[in-house]
């Protein structure tokens, strides 16, 4: 009994190491699925920043947007850049072999790409992009060390001139109590369009919608959900009441 507990333990001691493994610490978010208007500037921000080397070959165009409320015009004109039907699968152009030359690494299909990392892993490697000129594109990332992909949104975030800390890694001054960093970036190498609360927040909305890609009917299961509770209330009353009436004249 005793070597069996233990062999137990061993199997699982491997994966405890696994989970303590990643040391950076994640900003956290909560997404919200049922937030439309996040999903639409979330797929804005993929379709003209990211779908020229990630393709969301699992996705069609018509499906991302029925379920997000954008009209078949606007989507086919704003938000589809190749020439495909609306029914078309969301492929792109790049080769896995092109990829793999031009950065290093073949830039991976990212419909479920939340499924595989979460939702706080993706929030902080959008936000943890920085300076390092040892490396080919110029910048690291503090949740991916060595990465082969550019800093894609240098120009809404500004590039950060060295590692930015996790939001919540608040630092305090020993002797006065003060706050001596709020977490993020600290300094800018260059500057960016957008603020760094608007950055993060379009960081946001751009993990939402890669949150609903990897399971795009979980707003449908989660109404069904509900209906089928709605459903066995109204049968538990009629229930109820045929056993009444059955039961009746025995009692
Ligand atoms: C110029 C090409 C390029 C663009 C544009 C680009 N990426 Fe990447 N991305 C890459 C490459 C290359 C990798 C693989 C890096 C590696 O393995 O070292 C990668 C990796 C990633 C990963 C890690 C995947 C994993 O689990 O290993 C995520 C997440 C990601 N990209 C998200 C995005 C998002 C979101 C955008 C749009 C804002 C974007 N990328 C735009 C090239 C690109």
Same mark, same amino acid.
């Given at each position: 009994m005793k070597k069996l507990f233990l062999s137990l333990v061993l199997s699982v001691a491997p994966l405890a190491a696994f989970s303590a493994g990643g040391a950076v610490q994640l900003d956290h978010i909560s997404t919200d699925l049922s937030d439309k208007a996040s999903l639409q500037r979330g797929a804005q921000l993929y379709m003209n920043y990211c779908m020229g080397c990630h393709s969301?070959?699992?996705?069609r165009y018509n499906r991302v947007a029925r379920d997000l409320d954008i009209p078949e015009e606007i989507m086919m004109e704003n938000? $589809? +850049?190749?020439? !495909?039907?609306?029914?078309?699968?969301?492929?792109?152009?790049?080769s896995e072999e092109d990829g793999k030359e031009w950065f290093g690494a073949a830039p991976p299909d990212l419909t479920l790409v939340a499924r595989v990392r979460g939702p706080d892993w993706l929030y902080t490697y959008l936000r943890g992009f920085y300076k390092d000129e040892n490396r080919p594109m110029g910048v690291n990332n503090v $949740? +991916?060390?060595? !990465?082969?992909?550019?800093?894609?949104?240098a120009d809404l975030q500004g590039l950060c001139a060295e590692q930015p800390h996790p939001v919540t890694d608040k630092r305090f001054?020993?002797?006065?109590?003060?706050?001596i960093t709020e977490g993020?970036?600290?300094?800018?190498?260059t500057e960016g369009m957008l603020t760094p609360t608007e950055y993060d927040n379009a960081m946001y909305d751009l993990v939402n919608f890669l949150e609903y890609m990897g399971e795009p009917f979980a707003e449908d299961r989660e109404r069904i959900g509900w209906m089928v509770f709605a459903f066995l209330a109204v049968f538990l009353v009629i229930g109820q009441l045929l056993y009444r009436e059955l039961w009746k004249d025995i009692h």
């Open positions: 969301l070959e699992y996705a938000l $589809v +850049f190749n020439d !495909v039907n609306f029914g078309s699968l969301m492929e792109n152009a790049m $949740v +991916f060390p060595n !990465v082969g992909m550019p800093h894609v949104l001054d020993p002797l006065t109590g003060r706050t993020g970036c600290e300094a800018y190498e």
